[in-house]
Every structure is written in structure tokens, then in C-alpha cells.
């Protein structure tokens, strides 16, 4: 195997989330094929714009050697390739893997002696080497750490982040042997300025990934249980909390909605491989069954706090502010406010969506859904900041306050603004 990193071709297949930053870093720095199948978006990073907002525009331009595309032609001689493409889950909480082997596929077509392919795409314990492997060989005819070798480096993109972005993160890498595992240290040591930790295994470092947000995903559904105990009491959890983390060792997780394309989902690729091989896992799908009803819980307040005004339910007017999973950014997948907007209609309510960081056209064909870029004054029932945008905070409480009519509902789900100045909030 040659240990040439400087000699190497990189193919990176995905450039979303994970795969755009990478292609921007390594192309400082080797040539490298950014592909993806989506011809629009690669036409709009080609005008150096990043609908995620994970790449400044200035960052293109620094990326000299960096070839953007949507033909399969232009990857078929590279060296080394990093599959990142999405992984998320079905109706039924299964792992959809299509993405990643049809990514797979692509990839064993055009494996050439010696190649390496590197996943970073979240996955279960032993799917690199159970799924991939199997596919890589039937489409290449090469052997498994023969002819070539893998490795699995997984992904820590935290989109929104300025200050964990991909350099700044230590990045965990794994292959198929002590020589593969050397090359990829010193190629992804090469562009993460936080370094590399050599995992022992592909399966330790799958494992390592899944876990990560699997933590993430229980204690947050800690603290959504003690919101729902709190608020039974008259007890504001924030002021809890507040207390509690005065102790030095105390975590400080807050309640909220849990959605995305990590922590909502990863849970679900380790209990599916836990029940494949015969183990009922408790703690974890407990917690995402508590995360997954918080939508409905956060109605229940809602319902109450209304009732309470004696604002009636039926045809009242409905602001939802935020739609992202996240604060600051404009990733929608799995949007556990898209949950909640759903059953305030089912209780024949009229409801505007408002948010700034979402793409109008793409929230209309996803979710059938009208942004309003400018809610009208004096006119809501009940307004719900969703998400705690930084421009929602910037707008203030008054300005928000100002959407509403004189009775009326102010429901804050992450405590963006004082409890004082509020109905209500978790």
C-alpha cells in the first residue's frame, strides 16, 4: 500500500452537512472530487453558495484543488474514497441504509487496487463490514483487505456551530489494518487542527458514534420528564436546573424537542442491531419514546393555558415562530415542531409558520407549508417560539408580544425569554 497521502485522488461522495466541509478542507490541500447527485445543489456550491450555511464563501475560494460535480465519470480514477451520505431512519424507526448503499455501489464500481473507502456516515455496530463490505467486493470483483481496505471515521458535524466546526473537532478514525489506520491518521491529521484518536476497531468506532447522541437523547429525556413532573407542581424547570448546576459535576441538559438526523435517530440504529441479536433495550427506547411525545405534551400545555384565557380552541389564530430542529440553522429534517404545528391543526386551529432561516420553496414541497416572512400585528391567539433562533431573542419580547391580540397565549417551548414574560413553557 502506498502510505503517500500527498499522491492520493480523493472522491468524496455527499456533500451536505458532513460532506461539503470536508471537500472544502482536504481541497486546501489534495485533489479531490466533491460529487453528488443532486444537480442543483452542486450547481449552487459551483457559484461558491452553501444553502446550509456550513461553508463561507470565502472558504471556496481557498479550496483550490477541489472539483465540484454530479457526474460519475469524474470520480472513476480516484484513489481513496469517503462516503458521506445521509442515514436516516423509516416510518417504522428502522435504519434506511438505500442512501449509503447506492453510495456503496457507486464507489465498488470504480475501486482500483490498493483503494481505500472511508465511511462517515452514521451506522450500526458492524454495517461497515456486514453491509458495505459485501457490496464493495461484488461490484469491484477486488478482495477485502487484499485488493483494498476500509476505514470508518465518523462524523461530528453540529450544523449551526461556529465554534465546533470539522478542525476544531477530534476526529476519531478506524480501519480494516494497523497500515490503513496509519495512512488515515495522517491524512485526516492533516487538516484537523483538535487531532486524531486511533480507534482500535471500524466496529469500536461505529459503536463510539451511535453512542454519542444516544447519551445526548436519554439526558434530554431526563429533563423532559422532570419539565412534565415540574410543571404538575407549578415549578419552573429552568430555575431548577439553574440551581442544580451550581454543583460542579451536574450536566447541563435542558427540556426541548428532539428531532434532526442525529440525535432523533442514532438511538434507533443501536436498538435495532441490539434487537437483531436478541436484546430488548429499555433506557434508550424509553427515553425516545418520552422525546418522541413531547410535541403532544407541549399541545396539552397549550390546550390548558388557552382554556385557562378562555380563548376557545377551534379557529384560533396561531403563530408558530421556528421551524428548524435546531436553533440557527436551516436544516428542517425531522423537525419535531412540524409535529406539534400538525396537532394544533387537528384541534382546528389556524396556523402561520415564521421563520427566517428557512428556504420558503423548500418548506412548501416538504411539508405543504406557507413561510410567512411578516406575521400581522394584533392578530394571533397564541404565538409558540418553537426555536430559539438568536434573531428571535434580537427581536425581543416586546415585538413578539406585539403579534398577539390583547387576550391572548405566549408559549416560549426552550425558555428563549423569561418566565415572567410569558405564558407558559416546559
Known amino acids: 500500500m502506498n502510505n503517500n497521502v500527498k499522491e492520493e485522488k480523493i472522491a468524496i461522495i455527499g456533500l451536505g452537512y458532513v460532506g461539503l466541509p470536508l471537500a472544502i478542507e482536504f481541497g486546501k490541500k489534495y485533489e479531490v472530487i466533491g460529487y453528488d447527485i443532486n444537480k442543483t445543489r452542486v450547481a449552487s456550491l459551483k457559484k461558491n453558495i452553501d444553502t446550509t450555511f456550513q461553508v463561507k464563501q470565502s472558504e471556496f475560494k481557498k479550496s483550490k484543488s477541489l472539483t465540484l460535480t454530479s457526474s460519475e465519470q469524474d470520480i ?65 470483483g477486488l478482495t477485502f483487505n487484499q485488493d483494498f481496505f476500509c476505514g470508518y471515521s465518523p462524523e461530528r458535524i453540529n450544523p449551526g456551530d461556529k465554534n465546533h466546526t470539522l478542525t476544531r473537532i477530534k476526529k476519531v478514525v478506524s480501519a480494516s489494518n494497523k497500515a490503513t489506520l496509519t ?35 436519554i439526558n434530554i429525556a431526563l429533563m423532559n420528564e422532570l419539565s412534565l413532573i415540574f410543571n404538575e407542581m407549578d415549578i419552573d424547570t429552568l430555575e431548577v436546573l439553574k440551581a442544580a448546576e ?27 442491531k441490539a434487537q437483531e441479536l436478541g436484546y430488548d433495550p429499555k433506557i434508550i427506547l424509553s427515553g425516545r419514546k418520552l422525546n418522541n411525545e413531547m410535541p403532544m405534551n407541549i ?59 428557512v428556504d420558503s420553496k423548500e418548506l412548501k414541497k416538504i411539508y405543504g407549508m406557507s413561510n410567512k416572512r411578516n406575521p400581522k400585528k394584533n392578530y394571533y391567539d397564541l404565538v409558540v417560539v418553537a426555536v430559539p433562533h438568536a434573531i428571535f431573542r434580537k427581536q425581543g419580547i416586546k415585538e413578539i408580544k406585539a403579534y398577539t391580540k390583547t387576550q391572548s397565549v405566549l408559549y416560549d417551548v426552550k425558555g428563549l425569554f423569561n418566565l415572567k414574560e410569558v405564558d407558559g413553557r416546559l
Open 183 to 217: 495512512k488515515l491518521a495522517k491524512l485526516y491529521g492533516s487538516i484537523i487542527k483538535a487531532g486524531v484518536y486511533k480507534a482500535s476497531s471500524i466496529r469500536v468506532a461505529e459503536a463510539a458514534k451511535v453512542i454519542e447522541n444516544t447519551q445526548r437523547d
Open 246 to 272: 451550581t454543583k460542579w459535576n451536574f450536566m447541563p441538559f435542558k427540556p426541548g424537542l428532539v428531532g434532526g438526523h442525529c440525535i432523533g435517530v442514532d438511538p434507533y440504529y443501536l436498538t435495532h
Open 76 to 140: 472513476k480514477n480516484s484513489t481513496l474514497f469517503i462516503i458521506t451520505v445521509p442515514t436516516p431512519i423509516d416510518k417504522k424507526n428502522r435504519p434506511d441504509l438505500r442512501a449509503l448503499k447506492s453510495a456503496t455501489n457507486l464507489a465498488g464500481k470504480h475501486l482500483t487496487k490498493d483503494s481505500v473507502i472511508i465511511f462517515e456516515s452514521t451506522v450500526y455496530p458492524g454495517a461497515t463490514e456486514e453491509v458495505c463490505v459485501p457490496i464493495l467486493e461484488e461490484n469491484s
Open 299 to 357: 399541545t396539552k400545555n397549550i390546550k390548558a393555558l388557552l382554556r385557562t384565557k378562555k380563548i376557545p380552541l377551534k379557529s384560533s389564530r396561531v403563530l408558530v415562530m421556528g421551524l428548524t430542529f435546531k436553533e440557527d440553522c436551516p436544516d428542517m429534517r425531522n423537525s419535531k415542531v412540524v409535529d406539534l404545528i400538525q396537532n394544533l391543526k387537528k384541534l382546528k386551529m389556524e396556523v402561520d409558520c415564521h421563520d427566517p432561516w
